[in-house]
């Protein structure tokens, strides 16, 4: 047998139903979050990975365990006397490569300067410069070089110089 809802109680069940759907209508139609979905609670993270930029020991570590932070924030700092070791190991580096190109460039200039007495020694000390012969071309054309400069200073070779970027 099917029981018949009273009248009275199917016209709140149409009033609560018409008052919901009215509520649900209004707030979809007056939406002040744009879109945002806004929530309130705690988030947590299990894993969280931090990579500094350089590698060392920690000293110090500025923040607690769930405090918040913020970008660019200091969590920790680093021991610097081991960046300091390397820094100085570099220093010496440097040095010795400065001492090294020093002693390579005293050696060029000295075998260039040997070099060039050898060949002043080979030229004649008269003061008669041989003239350019004349050259015929396969075309039976006569043609001269062109005459050499007046003397020109001795060319001197460029210094060596170490370039270090750090």
């Known amino acids: 047998m099917h029981s018949k809802i009273p009248m ?11 008052g919901a759907l009215a509520y649900v209508g209004y ?10 979905l806004t929530a309130s609670g705690s988030i947590e ?13 920690v000293s110090a570590v500025d923040v607690e365990e769930g405090s918040l932070v913020a970008m660019n ?7 610097p006397s081991l960046l300091t070791a390397q820094r100085a190991v570099a220093a010496v580096q440097v040095d010795s490569a400065n001492a090294a190109l020093a002693s390579a460039q005293t050696k060029y200039d000295q075998t260039l300067q040997a070099a060039l007495s050898a060949q002043e020694a080979c030229v004649p000390k008269i003061g008669i410069v041989p003239r350019p012969m004349n050259l015929i071309s396969p075309y039976g054309t006569s043609h001269r070089p062109k005459k050499s400069p007046p003397h020109k ?14």
Not at 8 to 18: H, K
Not at 45 to 57: D, F
Not at 153 to 166: D, G, Q, V
Request: charged share 20%.
């Open 8 to 18: 009275p109680v199917r016209i709140v069940l149409a009033v609560i139903l018409i």
């Open 27 to 36: 707030r979809t139609l007056n939406d002040s979050t744009n879109g945002d």
């Open 153 to 166: 200073p001795k060319w001197t070779p460029p210094k060596l110089r170490l370039m270090i970027h750090s």
């Open 73 to 79: 924030d200091s969590l920790l700092h680093l021991d």
């Open 45 to 57: 993270a299990t894993i969280v990975n931090v990579s500094p930029e350089l590698a060392g020991k």
